[in-house]
């Protein structure tokens, strides 16, 4: 997945990154965990290139958008709240009184953003929207090194930041949230996790939150393999620790498709791979779709699975028995995405950010790092609707998948195929096709919120 932690060489520049592109064509750099930037040619699809590849970093950014700092401006970034809203269909829970009072996201992020608290306040003010009853920025894995504007490393990690506190907000506007910055970087197999391992355990064990939003991961072949990837398995007791106390974790897929990156941060394998912690069996993987809206957030056509979406088989764990249902698609592997939301570069959200060298601007940003906090606040409408936290969800989407819940919308259209060149040489990983039911690109599908909320609430309850 392209996540703003990692860096494509030793001087921790970011290997991918997501990238504002104004009206003149020329690239902004800003790396986000999750937030891959579009090029023209990876906003065309699913084309890589490693000569030119950016660091992998799950939002993204569309191409040919003005950045501009103006509230007008904010409305030609990207999709607006307004859109998102309706596309999902949420105000009619709003209009009923379910907000996400009461609840409180935690969203975890390397380093976070140093300007997060007024640019949150920012972005509220030009679309109209309340401000959290409470937002709390804590770092109780050390202290965040000093912020330098130049550093790609810090400012990509600053835009997923932002990215995952706005648009959390977004879909549950009644929600508290809890931002857990940690002093190192992740980028692939261990590095950065045992400081994001603390940190959430401390969340935990002081009960600051009923959903945990994670836009960051590492390909599972870049773990040491050795006694069946007991370095990855020791860094678990956060997931476990969270599902012993009922909180919902969630992480993002990745956006390489079918592939995923190399342990340098610069290749992607030739053959499928998927990113943990999205992987493990008590984590919701959440996948991307692209949407089709009108200006007013109706749909013009169904959704359609990314086809930079993360998807396929574990090779570390086996497959859980909530998906023993699906498993002519998964086989003995356990299967990703669970469930997919807005991720496409072609239906990019703005955001707002002052912690630029050149000062505050919108941008259009996209990837499944967008996707996780969107879904994080849908987490945080049914843990309302339920009266209390849901915890490990996955049992009950695929129970509501089978029982064809009004609430899952089905995505058949799209495939996660990748075609890149590297070392001289031109790859083609073939991937997973959207289809009716489970597949290994989007999951069960996406979601109805004014549906899928109560039904949630009613079964995971």
């Known amino acids: 997945m392209r996540r703003p932690g990692a860096s494509d060489q030793a001087d921790g520049r970011p290997r991918s990154q997501a990238r504002l592109l104004g009206t003149a064509g020329l690239a902004v750099v800003v790396v986000a965990a999750g937030a891959l930037a579009a090029t023209g040619a990876l906003a065309a699809g699913n084309h890589h290139n490693a000569a030119t590849k950016q660091s992998p970093s799950p939002a993204r950014i569309a191409a040919g958008r003005e950045a501009t700092t103006t509230c007008q401006g904010a409305r030609g970034a990207g999709l607006t709240p307004a859109q998102i809203r309706t596309a999902y269909n949420v105000d009619p829970l709003y209009k009923a009184g379910t907000t996400g009072a ?153 956006d390489n498709g079918a592939t995923s990156d190399k342990y340098n941060m610069v290749d992607l394998y030739p053959t499928p791979a998927v990113s943990w912690p999205s992987t493990d069996p008590l984590v919701t993987a959440v996948g991307g779709t692209r949407l089709y809206l009108r200006a007013n957030g109706t749909r013009t056509q169904p959704d359609v699975a990314w086809t930079d979406s993360g ?75 339920a009266g209390h936290s849901l915890g490990l969800i996955n049992p009950a989407l695929y129970q509501m998948s089978a029982d064809h819940a009004r609430g899952i919308v089905d995505v058949t259209k799209g495939n996660n195929t990748q075609s890149f060149s590297q070392d001289g040489h031109h790859y083609t990983v073939t991937g997973f096709a959207a289809r009716r039911g489970y597949d290994l690109v989007s999951g069960v599908g996406t979601v109805n919120a004014a549906y899928f909320v109560p039904e949630l609430a009613k079964l995971a309850g």
């Open 102 to 254: 009461g609840e409180t996201i935690v969203v975890v992020d390397s380093f976070g953003s140093p300007t997060i608290a007024r640019d949150l306040a920012r972005f509220d003010s030009c679309f109209g929207l309340p401000a959290p009853p409470s937002f709390r920025v804590i770092q109780p894995a050390g202290a965040v090194p000093t912020y330098h504007a130049s550093n790609s490393n810090r400012s990509g990690w600053a835009a997923e930041t932002t990215l995952d506190v706005e648009w959390s907000h977004v879909m549950a506007p009644g929600a508290s949230i809890v931002l857990v910055e940690t002093p190192t970087s992740e980028n692939e197999g261990t590095t950065g996790f045992p400081q994001i391992v603390a940190a959430e355990k401390y969340a935990l064990r002081h009960k600051l939150g009923q959903v945990i939003s994670q836009s960051f991961a590492a390909t599972e072949q870049t773990f040491p393999s050795a006694s069946d990837y007991a370095a990855l398995r020791g860094l678990r007791s956060a997931y476990q620790l969270a599902d012993a106390d009922h909180v919902t974790v969630l992480a993002a897929t990745g």
């Open 311 to 385: 998807g396929g088989r574990s090779v570390v764990f086996g497959r859980p028995s909530y998906q023993n249902g699906v498993k002519s698609v998964t086989g003995s592997h356990r299967g990703v995405p669970d469930i997919s939301m807005d991720a496409a570069c072609g239906s990019a959200v703005a955001i707002y950010g002052s912690f630029y060298s050149g000062g505050g601007h919108w941008s259009p940003i996209c990837g499944t790092s967008l996707a996780t906090p969107l879904f994080a606040g849908v987490v945080a409408l049914a843990d309302q609707a």
